[in-house]
C-alpha cells in the first residue's frame, strides 16, 4: 500500500508558475509510475500528467503539455508537478496518485484508480 501526500498549491494570477509535490511512502515507492490528476469545481475528475517509474518517459494531457512538466526524485520518492503560464481554467484540486503494479506511463493512463488522497488546492486568479 502506498501512501501519497501532496503539497505546494495554493493561490497565484494567471501567467506565474507554481510546483507541486507529491511525497510517496510504504511499499516500493520508488518502483512504479506516478502521476497527477485535477478535479475542478463541477467537473470530473481529469487526467494531467505521469512520468514511468524510471523517471525517462513522461506522458501529458493535451491541456497541459509545454506548460507542465512532471519529474521525480527517486531517492525521496517524490514526484513533482512544474506548472508554468498558469491559466484560470487550471483552477482545481490537484491529486496524486501511484499503484504498485503501475509502472509505465501507458499503463498508467489506462489504470483505473479507486482511492484518492485529499489533494492540494490550486486557484488561479485572471
Known amino acids: 500500500q502506498v501512501q501519497l501526500v501532496e503539497s505546494g498549491g495554493g493561490l497565484v494570477q494567471a501567467g506565474e508558475s507554481l510546483r507541486l509535490s507529491c511525497a510517496a511512502s510504504?511499499?516500493?515507492?520508488?518502483?512504479?509510475?506516478m502521476g497527477w490528476f485535477r478535479q475542478a469545481p463541477g467537473k470530473e475528475r481529469e487526467f494531467v500528467a505521469c512520468?514511468?517509474?524510471?523517471?525517462?518517459?513522461?506522458y501529458y494531457a493535451d491541456a497541459v503539455k509545454g506548460r507542465f512538466t512532471i519529474s521525480r526524485d527517486k531517492a525521496k520518492n517524490t514526484a513533482y508537478l512544474q506548472m508554468n503560464s498558469l491559466m484560470p481554467e487550471d483552477t482545481a484540486v490537484y491529486y496524486c496518485?501511484?499503484?504498485?503494479?503501475?509502472?509505465?506511463?501507458?499503463?498508467?493512463?489506462?489504470?483505473?484508480?479507486?482511492?484518492w488522497g485529499q489533494g492540494t488546492q490550486v486557484t488561479v486568479s485572471s
Open positions: 512520468i514511468s517509474y524510471s523517471g525517462l518517459t513522461t
Open positions: 496518485n501511484a499503484d504498485p503494479t503501475v509502472l509505465s506511463t501507458t499503463a498508467y493512463v489506462q489504470h483505473v484508480f479507486e482511492s
Open positions: 510504504g511499499g516500493a515507492s520508488s518502483t512504479h509510475a
